[in-house]
């Protein structure tokens, strides 16, 4: 064991590796070919799982089509690039036999589960502690080699250890995303009314499952319906191991890769029937008066309004002048693009049977003597800023100042069981079971304030408990007081002031939007600006606007890196080419457009908050968006579809091509 | 990223610096915004490190008889902001604005960059088309190379062991002229993909003068003379700038072929000359 | 990454064949070579240092010449690995007279791994045309300054 870093690189360098190379692949397709090298012998063909979905009559609908757009369509591998790398500290107090570990995982609770059973150790002598953590966005969501080994080698050594990931491990060592290549099919009538979709997709899973490696691509095939309202899916996807990192849950997780593939093909459709991509999805939209509404994946949308969020969106770019605009432009000669993306998106996951490892989340809330409010959540906020949104869920159903509630999270000695960070579901399930707890509390503050007022009916605000009759009040410390004195309980009544509720949700939500981006592409060079960005998104009630902007905003910067820069590079040994920041293009500051965002709010009835999640959407409806728009701007040159990442290079040869076509 | 054990030297002379580097395995530190991540990534491993900030003056920017003396350890930012620079030779403080992010800017400074040499980098394009002299000292030698017979190839340059860059030389460019400095930015490392550096000079509606430096496309920064001569004798500025970087070696990586850095190199000197042709009286 | 140019080289067709496979010219002119040491038929264990701006790395290696055609062409493979990463190049040279001596032009992959191309992507294709441009170069005044001759005996009678 080294005892600094400099000593453990030192030694590292000491170590002579002599390999022998094996042949490898590192292309999904490739790897399906006849006579490609096995990445485990034990499964020659690489294939390591398939999948079929369906539901309709999806023959019958192409059949009776009069219209069918076809498309291949990749979603490239992506390296999701937290600001903070991981890093774990694992401690062994030997004479308590227990072990603490501080790792940045999105799944602190799950973690030490897991754990137990790695070092073999009773679960209970196993602290997992979760501090700030400088992101996630899914590449956490996984119990790594790196935070069994530091706590073995802690464990064998009697001294605490460190590791902490440097950004090329990091891009090699930690999961990656996306990494779809999709075949698409739809089926329409002439008059834009959508019939059917097929969808062959193959998923790169590089080399190895993670925790959720096969489940990401089966959630692409859940939600690739979209908002449209058609009744015929047929799905295959086929799972294969490449030789590298394996993919698994990054922001969005499958569902960028669905709408990014739907809102392709609606595009596509449109331009076959030359119909206003707006108009057609309108035309298409499950309608505000159908829900909830039964997918043909078998999903029950919960609520919707999915041509509000277009309306409003078309409304604030003022579309038929903007269509105006581009006219005139393209008479003068240049490439301006118009592009839509309506999305629709599967969070709060999720019911528990449709989750590998539980779908529900808890909330423990301590009103302390002094009247102070303690939230100890379940779920692990990773800079979402679920300690905002949280307390003033507390503070508003308590009636108590935001200042006086703490939100406690991430330390498996301190909190009740939970299951994490993912899937946009900290508010929704989360905030529900702490929701729950308070109404439990709230209830039991009343008993004490009625008693102590020497009343029937209170009133709880302001941080007082008001008798409705006499006017009379007691504030909430002194309730709380009373409650822990216990000199006088109400009947029936324990003391203390302390509820915990384990909260499963009987659906997923689904939160939907439309954004719109107006695009310009230099004819000269293929340099693509943003001219406008518009996101209307809904994600159910809202508790926090800056919260939510905060989570578009981040969102769209990470959709906008698909769409426009970033890309996983492998060559054909293997080799990951794009291993620092010096060649692989995360967004920056200085890259961003300005993102006009506004909300529809529909209510979610799944929960009684109402709400949805938007930790993802602003990532999920980006990317169309954008590659819809300078698809549309490249048009009248005969370009059709581009695949991601939008480098200029590759547009400055889509110019040449349509411009000799 | 965890560099190999060092010594590290701190010389308060430049004689004293030029002893020490005598010894040509040492390295020389400026910025350290090439050197350190090269060494964090342990793909440099030197024994002994002589950090050059101490050594008095060597970051000196001044103007005498019509040449701008820069001194090698004047930062990216001194060079932006210089007010002598600014108003003797704008086309460098331009270039100098486009390097980087203002970290590196405060830190990097312009003898390591061209010590560096590294193809990407935006100061070759604008030394070459000002005529820049690099001054080049050690122990026992004092020499001055024009920047163009300096930068040899990627990464390579007329340095010799135990040599350092000491100063540049430019000669001041006519107030009448006008410049640019255009660059295609690597959207990862922030690095020229291509980047051409202008200088015009006018008579009346005809040009007389026309420099073109072009970095980023080639192993090493390059004056496109066969255009400059187009111009001088009165072609358009497409038809000048259609066959700019012809007969050059150019590079290619994941982000950008060879044959689409050559047509940036063409479009951006066209750009370049639109703009300082705005630019000159 | 495939790589392919063409280089020319002082000398006839015959000579610069014999040249091209000579163990003492391919020391002296590959850039960095420090040992290079016969292991078999045209194969040879070679060490190398690289040295390129303030990069620098040793590597182990091995050169091997084969499916050798006398004066047309042949194939090589140059491989090394060091702490920095591994490379590895191979392709066919074809040597052909031209006015001045023998165009070689050369046809090939190169390959690179672990740090250097993990994080030197941007360098790669730049970097190897150099190391090849450098060994031509190196050749030619090998040529010119008679050195070569000593190296490899006068194929008389061919030239
Ligand atoms: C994130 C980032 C982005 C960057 N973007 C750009 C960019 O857009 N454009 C651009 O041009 N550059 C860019 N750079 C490089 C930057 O400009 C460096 O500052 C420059 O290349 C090296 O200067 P330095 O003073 O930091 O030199 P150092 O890193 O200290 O040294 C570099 C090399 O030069 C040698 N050296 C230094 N000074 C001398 C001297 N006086 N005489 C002889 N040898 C010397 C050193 O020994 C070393 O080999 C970037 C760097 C970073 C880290």
């Known amino acids: 064991m080294a005892t600094d870093r400099y000593l453990a690189a030192d030694a590292a360098d000491l170590v002579e590796v002599d390999y022998e190379p094996l042949a490898a692949v590192a292309d999904p397709e490739k790897a399906l070919a006849a006579g490609a090298p096995a990445v485990h012998p034990q499964w020659p063909d690489n294939i390591a799982f398939t999948f079929h979905q369906e539901g309709g009559d999806t023959e019958g609908a192409f059949r009776d089509a009069e219209v069918v757009v076809r498309q291949r369509i990749t979603s490239q591998r992506l390296i999701p690039t937290a600001m903070e790398t991981r890093g774990v500290v694992a401690e062994w107090r030997a004479g308590e036999r227990s072990l603490t570990l501080y790792s940045s995982t999105q799944i602190p609770h799950l973690l030490r589960t897991l754990l137990a059973g790695i070092l073999g150790m009773p679960e209970n002598h196993l602290r997992v502690i979760t501090p700030e953590v400088g992101g996630g966005f899914g590449s956490k969501l996984n119990v790594y080699a790196e935070e069994a080994l530091a706590a073995f080698v802690a464990m064998r050594i009697n001294h605490p250890v460190k590791w902490i990931e440097s950004r090329r491990e990091n891009f090699q060592a930690t999961i990656h995303g996306r990494g779809h290549v999709d075949y698409f099919e739809l089926a329409a009538k002439r008059d834009g009314t959508m019939l059917g979709l097929k969808l062959k997709l193959i998923q790169d899973l590089g080399a190895y499952h993670q925790l959720l490696t096969p489940a990401i691509p089966t959630l692409s095939v859940l939600m690739m319906p979209g908002l449209y309202n058609f009744p015929n899916i047929s799905a295959d996807i086929v799972g294969v191991f490449t030789n590298c990192v394996p993919t698994d849950a990054y922001r969005g997780a499958g569902r960028p890769e669905a709408t990014h593939g739907i809102e392709r093909m609606v595009d596509i459709l449109a331009a076959e029937l030359q119909m206003d991509p707006a108009a057609i999805r309108l035309k298409n939209f499950v309608p505000a008066n159908a829900f909830p509404y039964a997918t043909a994946t078998g999903l029950s949308y919960d609520s919707g309004n999915y041509a509000a969020p277009l309306k409003q969106a078309l409304d604030a770019v003022e579309y038929p002048k903007l269509r105006e605009e581009q006219k005139r432009a393209r008479a003068a000669g240049r490439l301006m693009g118009i592009g839509i993306s309506t999305y629709g998106e599967i969070c709060a996951i999720g019911p528990s049977p449709a989750t590998p490892a539980g779908g529900w989340e808890s909330a423990t809330v301590k009103i302390e003597p002094t009247g102070k409010v303690t939230v100890m959540t379940g779920a692990s906020p990773h800079g979402q800023g679920e300690e905002t949104t949280f307390a003033q869920i507390a503070a508003d159903e308590l009636g108590v100042d935001i200042d006086d509630v703490l939100v406690v999270h991430g330390d498996t000695a301190v909190v009740q069981y939970g299951i994490g960070t993912f899937g946009s579901r900290g508010t929704a399930i989360g905030g529900t079971a702490l929701y729950y707890a308070l109404q439990d509390l709230k209830a039991k503050v009343k008993k004490f304030g009625a008693m102590l007022l020497d009343t029937q009916k209170v009133t709880l605000a302001g941080g007082t408990c008001t008798d409705e009759v006499s006017g009379k009040s007691v504030s909430f410390a002194e309730i709380a007081g009373a409650a822990y004195r216990a000199l006088k309980l109400p009947p029936d009544t324990e003391p203390g002031l302390v509820a915990t509720r384990f909260w499963e949700p009987p659906n997923f939500t689904f939160p939907f939007g439309a954004h719109i981006v107006v695009s310009e592409v230099d004819r000269d060079t293929g340099a693509i600006e943003i001219r406008r960005y518009i996101a209307v998104d809904d994600c159910g009630k809202i508790i926090n606007p800056l919260i939510v902007a905060g989570q578009v905003h981040g969102g769209v910067a990470q959709g906008l890196g698909q769409a426009l820069w970033e890309q996983a590079v492998y060559d054909d040994s293997g080799q990951l080419l794009t291993g620092e920041l010096t060649d692989y293009a995360v967004p920056k500051a200085h890259l961003m457009p300005w993102i006009e965002s506004s909300h529809t709010e529909t209510p979610s009835p799944v929960n009684p908050l109402g709400v949805k999640g938007v930790g993802e959407a602003g990532t999920i409806g980006c990317s169309p968006a954008v590659v819809n728009s300078v698809v549309d701007a490249l048009a009248p040159l005969g370009v059709r579809h581009i695949d991601m990442p939008l480098t200029p290079e590759k547009i400055w040869n889509a110019i040449q091509q349509g411009g000799r076509a | ?281 | 990454m495939k790589i392919a140019g063409a280089h020319t080289v002082p000398a006839a067709r015959e000579w610069a064949f014999a040249l091209l496979q000579d163990p003492v010219v391919l020391a002296r002119c590959m850039p960095g070579c420090q040992a290079l040491e016969r292991t078999g038929d045209g194969e040879y264990h070679m060490k190398m240092k690289m040295v390129l701006a303030s990069m620098s790395g040793l590597f182990d290696g091995r050169v091997k010449v084969a499916d050798s055609c006398p004066p047309e062409s042949f194939r090589l493979t140059v491989e090394g690995a060091g702490k920095i990463g591994f490379m590895k190049g191979e392709g066919v040279l074809t040597l052909a007279a031209v006015d001045g001596g023998t165009g070689v032009a050369f046809a090939g992959d190169v390959h690179v791994g672990g740090t250097l191309a993990a994080v030197g992507q941007r360098l790669i294709d730049t970097t190897s045309r150099m190391l090849i441009k450098r060994f031509f170069e190196k050749l030619g005044a090998e040529i010119a300054a008679g050195e070569a001759a000593r190296a490899a005996p006068y194929p008389g009678d061919l030239y």
């Open chain 2, 1 to 281: 990223m965890i560099p190999q054990a060092f010594d590290y030297s701190s010389p308060r002379s430049l004689h004293e610096a030029l002893v020490l580097l005598e010894n040509g395995e040492h390295k020389v530190l400026a910025g350290g915004m090439s050197l350190v991540p090269m060494m964090k990534l342990r793909l440099a491993t030197p024994g002994r490190v002589v950090d050059l900030s101490r050594v008095p003056d060597l970051n000196r920017i001044a103007e005498s008889g019509g040449v701008v003396r820069i001194g090698a350890m004047a930062t990216h930012h001194e060079i932006e902001t210089s007010p002598v620079v600014r108003g003797q030779c704008p086309l460098l403080s331009e270039a100098a604005s486009h390097i980087g992010d203002v970290q590196v800017r405060n830190m990097g400074t312009i003898g390591g960059s061209i010590a560096h040499a590294d193809p990407a980098a935006d100061y070759p394009a604008a030394l070459v088309a000002l005529e820049a002299r690099v001054r080049l000292v050690s122990a026992h030698s004092d020499r001055t190379l024009d920047a163009a017979d300096f930068f040899l190839d990627a990464f390579t340059t007329a340095l010799a062991p135990g040599e350092i860059v000491l100063e540049l030389e430019i000669p001041a460019e006519d107030s009448s002229e006008g410049y640019r400095y255009e660059k295609v930015a690597h959207p990862a490392s922030g690095f020229a993909v291509v980047g051409v550096a202008v200088r015009i000079k006018k008579n009346g509606a005809a040009i007389s003068m026309a420099r073109i430096g072009v970095t980023g496309m080639g192993p090493r920064a390059f004056r496109d003379r066969a255009a400059e001569k187009l111009l001088e004798e009165g072609a358009d500025i497409a038809r000048a700038t259609a066959a700019v970087g012809a007969g050059q070696e150019a590079n290619a990586d994941l982000y950008a072929s060879a044959d689409y850095r050559r047509h940036l190199a063409a479009v951006h000197a066209a750009r370049a000359l639109t703009v300082a042709l705005s630019r000159a009286s």
